[in-house]
Structures are given as structure tokens and as C-alpha cells.
């Protein structure tokens, strides 16, 4: 297959489906906000916050793209290498993202019942982050 074509399905890929867990994690999360606030509206802004917080693997597939976007696979640079790499990144992205929104809507059904788990449920869900930023910088690196 082209390598022109290997890479742009890369780029697509590390796009998407970094974006795809981004939507997915951000509506774990949001769906979990909407019914805490039935039990304690006063604290929406936690909820909004920890909602948004699986929407950074999106912008880090994002990053990623736009770095790499004007590689030139026809001179050198093996498309075969950003397909796989992309994947790798979707997928890591993905996965973290939807974990993510997992974990802070744990945390927000937790808060909507009374106990104080804000910066707690904060500190968890940079767990799954890590390995997103690990995934960004690898890509970084690699071209």
C-alpha cells in the first residue's frame, strides 16, 4: 500500500480516536453530573469540572495530529511508522479517556453523597491521564 495513504490513515486514527474517547468519556462523566445534581445541585461546578476532564485526551490526539500533519511520507518518512504509531496513539487515548470519565463519575455519584472525595477523585483520574501524556510525548519523539 502507499505510504502516503499509510500515513494520512494514521493521522486519522490518532485523531479520532482520540477524539471518539474524548466524547465517550466526557458523557460517562456528564450523564453522572446530571443525576448527582437532582441529589446536590450546590456543588455543579465540581461536577462540571470533573466532567470535563476526560475532554484533554481528545486535545492531546489533537496536539499530536497538527505536530505531525506536514510530515512529507513520500520523502523518508515511512507512513507504515505513523499508522502504527497513530493507532497506538488513538487507542491509548481512547481507553484513557473512557476510563477516565469512568473514574470521575465514581467520584461525582461519591460527592453527591455527601462526602468530600473532590480532590481525591481529581488525583485518581490523572492515573489514566498519565499514560495519554506518555502516548503524546511518544509521538513526539518518534518523528
Do not use: W
Request: glycine fraction near 14%; proline fraction near 2%.
Amino acid at each position: 500500500m502507499d505510504q502516503v495513504l499509510l500515513g494520512y490513515i494514521g493521522l486519522g486514527l490518532m485523531l479520532g480516536l482520540s477524539g471518539f474517547g474524548s466524547v465517550y468519556g466526557t458523557t460517562i462523566a456528564g450523564n453522572a453530573a446530571l443525576g448527582a445534581m437532582k441529589k446536590d445541585p450546590s456543588r455543579s461546578a465540581n461536577y462540571m469540572v470533573l466532567s470535563a476532564l476526560p475532554a484533554t485526551q481528545g486535545l492531546y490526539g489533537f496536539i499530536a495530529f497538527f505536530m505531525n500533519k506536514g510530515l512529507d511520507f513520500s520523502a523518508g518518512v515511512s507512513g507504515l511508522m505513523m499508522l502504527c504509531v497513530g493507532t497506538i496513539v488513538g487507542l491509548v487515548c481512547l481507553f484513557s479517556a473512557i476510563r477516565q470519565g469512568q473514574v470521575c463519575a465514581n467520584g461525582i455519584a461519591t460527592t453527591a453523597q455527601g462526602h468530600d472525595v473532590f480532590v481525591n477523585t481529581m488525583i485518581y483520574a490523572a492515573l489514566p491521564e498519565f499514560y495519554a501524556i506518555l502516548a503524546l510525548v511518544a509521538v513526539l519523539m518518534a518523528f
